[in-house]
């Protein structure tokens, strides 16, 4: 692999009810699960709001952008969740790029992003295809 690849920082955040909201805000997801912590323990039977699972993509390509530039494309994504992510709980998003190749004149990077809380895998591993 070429060692003049750009590097992607791990990500770690915590979910609070702000950044719920503004998920909210910016989707228009405004379900209670997300945001209702009784509405979850009597509907669901959950001790808290959790995170919509599309959320993760979201912060991904935000992620992804800020570390490639703002001209990089996510060409593809594929998540598959494992387990659900309620407030309190910090996650960590750890990127590993797997090959490289010439596109015309951009490198497409395929990644493979391993999403945790603790030791607890969320997703299975993230295949990305970014485009810079």
Request: no cysteine.
């Amino acid at each position: 692999m070429n060692d003049n690849l750009p590097s992607i920082k791990k990500l770690s955040l915590t979910i609070t009810p702000q950044l719920l909201v503004a998920y909210a805000g910016a989707t228009w997801d405004f379900h209670r699960y997300h945001y209702d912590s009784e509405f979850v323990k009597e509907k669901l039977n959950v001790e808290k709001p959790f995170v919509d699972g599309q959320m993760f993509g979201a912060i991904i390509v935000k992620h992804l952008i800020q570390n490639l530039g703002n001209n990089a494309t996510i060409l593809s994504m594929k998540l598959r969740y494992l387990s659900m992510v309620s407030i309190g709980e910090s996650v960590n998003f750890e990127f590993n790029t797997i090959n490289s190749r010439l596109a015309e004149t951009n490198t497409v990077l395929k990644l493979l992003i391993n999403v945790t809380v603790e030791e607890r895998k969320i997703l299975q591993p993230i295949d990305v295809e970014v485009m810079i």
